[in-house]
């Protein structure tokens, strides 16, 4: 059963398809480190230098509006007031996550130019970490440019109005709107959670204390934008902005040395249980990793190894750790695999595998009932879900699976601090072939310090987060091919997002089916329908019930190679007369017969009117070779003792609609098979569904399948 989600924070689809955590964890940014009463409007670029009260080395301001700047001797995050000068700690090295940014990058944002003059790395709750740049613009604001993932966010202060009541931080709900945040589009909260000041460079404009912890909200919107509310001081404040690129930023061509030479390179480490080797394929972004040796589960601490517990190492990756294979143009490495489970009738299991690429970042391989799914991130705010449906990208998803999923086993390096036993809830919707998941985790509550004036402040906090990933099914082959494997297992089941393999014949029966019907229609209006004979018979009533009266006509000219219609208009009323006909040539005696009958009968019965029959008939012959013929009909009547009345009329060239239903009928077997097989497939697609619904299979040939 295809089923599945991430745990604590990678997000992760109940059939096995992963959302990863962003390290940035929504680009959180501090209102408290950005109070405007810090961040003085008419910034003036004037040098102030003071010596650095840790070490004594030089450290110079550059920006008038900075409050911290970091010495670049001894690490000091040195910070300046109206008295005095202050050192509040020393910050760790900043860790290389490639950036192609760096301080004293200059550019231009919607025409206004601004320099970078500081950055600042901070940690999530739950491992991993994301760059903060700060950028002077010439007009007298800060911006804040977040980076993670490959991603760039740039945001701004924006004023609360003072009868905007922005609610405490525990009683946001994720995934719904705040009422006090006002904006053209709507954002709901994404995650509510904190993060720690760790490393820093350049100039700053807001007190940053190294270690300190902060509580903020981050909202999300559909094309990019975001939000973020800072609940670090007593009245919160808000940040809007929305995903920028380089060139938006008018730095396109910004490319740090590190990121040009940058690949997936390890660090060769020991385990602290068993003194193994092992290696770290992406140690700067990696917070766990299993030896291979003995499976202990290691925090990573720096370049420090710290044990945690055995694993069982049983289960073996069906793509080894550290396979290299590209998909989507972009080269992978495989770094980590995940068992997960959930439990319905009863357990179910399924596998991703973690892969990397320094430029673009994390994507998850996700392995269910060996279906195979390719799996990346999307933006809540880009998600509309409502009921048992959601849309994304215009499309819409209907509710697979809702369970909760667990973490059963990890190997390989991670850049969360996964841990065996986690739990999240998740919900599945397919769209074949994409699946579009949705987690949504809670982390225990925690305690977020800050200093003012001397004194400390604390409170707990349950933090937690939605994240919503968007997984693309992939045939079996292709995984094969792109990590160098053989041999993977066949599927024996049909995927929630699986496609159904015949699909396309409903496509080429439609132009079939449009080009028949085209063809009819021209048929119909160029034919060169012509009528070659018209006469009326009146008859004398009959000797017996079994005679016949014989009429011969004048010889008609027939041309070859178009069709014959012979029509008959006779006054019957519950009655019936019929003629036997038959075409006779000249030349060479060829005959064409033909019989037709006109009948009509009406009446009552139980009070409901009926009839039956046509008083005009007409029957269809074969085209006849050129040359003159002479009709001769033998007409018998239903009431033989009295005179009748016939109108017989000859046509050629005349459109047969029963040609083009014949023709329809024949493109149309190979689909009306197809049709069948297809709601077989949708069943067993739905008989894996823990979600009742009246509508899962009924239209198999609809929308939940793409070309």
Known sequence: MELGRAVDSPARSSTGQRQERDPWIGLHIFAGWRRSRRTRRNRTVSDFQT??????????????SSIVTVCEFCKSVVARGDRKIEDLGKVADLVDTGSPLDVGLRGVYHGVPFELTGRAQLGHEAGGVWDEWYAAFGDGRWGWLAEAQGKFYLTFQHQLSEQALVPPLETLVLGQPVPA???????????????????????IPYKLVPGETYYYADLSGPHGEFATLDYSEAQPMLFIGREVTLQDLG????????????????LQLSCPQCAGPLELRAPDKSERVTCPNCGSLLNINGNKLEFLRVLDLKVRPIIPLGAVGELNGTTFMVIGFVLRSV????????????????????RWLVRSDDHWNFVQTVSPGEVTSIGNSATYNGLRFRLFQDAAANVENVQGEFYWKVEVGESVAARDFVHPPYMLSLEASAAAGSTARRQKKGRQSARTVQTGEINWSFGTYIERSKIEKAFGVSGLPAPSTVAPNQLFPHKRVYKYWGIFLAAIILLGIILGVTAPRKKIFEQAFQLQPLKASDSTTPIFTDPIELRGGRNIRVSAQAPVDNAWLYLDGDFINEDTGLVQQFSLPVEYYHGVDDGESWSEGSNNPDVFLSAVPSGKYTLRLEVSWQNWAQPAAVTVRVEQGVPRLLNLFLAILVVSVIPVFTLIRHIGFEKRRWQDSNVTTSSSYSSASGSSDND
């Open 181 to 203: 945040v006002s904006s053209a589009v709507s954002l709901i909260v994404a995650e509510t959670g904190e993060a720690e000041a760790l490393g820093a460079k350049g100039e």
């Open 343 to 362: 439990v319905i009738d009863k357990k179910y299991f399924w596998e991703e595998y973690l892969l990397y690429e320094p430029r673009t970042g994390f």
């Open 51 to 64: 010596p650095c009260p840790s070490c004594g080395a030089p450290v110079i301001f550059r920006i008038g």
């Open 251 to 266: 730095v396109a061509d910004a490319k740090a040395p590190e990121r040009e030479a940058r690949r997936v390179a390890g």
